[in-house]
């Protein structure tokens, strides 16, 4: 069974930086996906980014510029670099990785999310 154990989540001032960790252990290869999303009290959740096993990336508009993924895809961990956080940055965040489960079908795999919280 995959795990993913992530972490450095915690309390920062408006402008400053965190950077989030997710490891996946229990998987056979390496990943297909690894993403961040991140989940605000009463909101639906939200793609924050996404790095594929090529290396490519995507992120929401409302993180462009001032968030950076990145991944070790030999040992499944991916990384969040979060810089001049903004209160409404304020959420769970949650990663998510997507491995091969069978030849032709693949299978999620989340955290249990890490809360960061951006006070002005």
């Known amino acids: 069974q995959v795990q993913l154990v992530e972490s450095g989540g915690g309390v920062v001032q408006a402008g400053e930086s965190l950077k989030l960790s997710c490891t996946a252990s229990g998987n056979k290869g390496s990943f297909i996906t690894m993403a961040w999303y991140r989940q605000a009290g009463g909101e639906e959740r939200e793609l924050v980014a996404m790095?594929?096993?090529?290396?490519?990336?995507r992120y929401a508009d409302s993180v462009k510029g001032r968030f950076t993924i990145s991944a070790h895809d030999t040992e499944n961990t991916a990384y969040l670099q979060m810089d001049s956080l903004k209160p409404e940055d304020t959420a769970v965040y949650l990663c998510?990785?997507?491995?091969?489960?069978?030849?032709?079908?693949?299978?999620?795999?989340w955290g249990q999310g890490t809360q960061v919280t951006v006070s002005s």
């Open positions: 998510n990785a997507r491995f091969w489960w069978t030849s032709a079908s693949s299978r999620d795999y």
């Open positions: 790095i594929y096993g090529s290396g490519r990336t």
